[in-house]
């Protein structure tokens, strides 16, 4: 990890920053434009209910330039938790300089500290070659399953 680039938990002073990293993020991997006010609700509810997950954020120079959520997925089949990467993202001008690993490597290192932890997963867009990359050279796997939804 670099030695400029710091990981904490995301704190209240940060909603606005992951408000629009979030924004900034549906724009680009979806082309979808997300309507503020209802990301920041959705943002502010994992504040107000921490069992809901938690954020982290990555700073250089006291400037936060990535961050990522994490939520809980009990595994009845192995009496332990995933935790689920959300809502990744990384300045442009940031990438592909150790942000993310730094930010994945702290997430691993609470999830090895939380003896309900079995796994960490997390969802990527089909053509997102990069990323696809970024979280192999991390030791991560792709996995057998196939995404299905259905919103409500």
């Known amino acids: 990890m670099p030695d400029d680039i710091s990981v904490r938990a ?8 992951l408000v629009r990293f979030n924004q900034r ?3 680009e991997t979806e082309d979808k434009t ?3 006010e209802t990301v920041r609700g959705g943002v502010e509810a994992v504040f107000d209910k921490p069992t809901r997950g938690f954020y982290l954020v ?3 120079g006291g400037c936060v330039v990535g961050s990522l959520m994490v939520i809980s997925e009990w595994s009845d089949w192995r009496n332990g938790a995933f935790w689920w990467l959300q809502s990744v993202y990384v300045r442009p001008a940031d ?3 150790g942000v993310y690993q730094a930010l994945h490597r702290a997430v691993r290192r609470r999830a090895r500290d939380d003896e309900d932890v079995c796994g ?15 979280y192999k050279a991390l030791g991560m796997t792709e996995a057998p399953y196939r995404l299905y939804g259905e919103m409500l």
């Open 34 to 36: 997300l309507d503020a």
């Open 25 to 27: 993020l549906a724009e």
């Open 120 to 134: 960490i997963r997390l969802y990527v867009e089909r053509g997102n070659e990069g990323a696809q990359k970024t």
């Open 95 to 97: 990438r592909r300089k």
């Open 10 to 17: 995301a704190a209240r002073i940060d909603v606005e920053t």
């Open 58 to 60: 990555a700073e250089r």
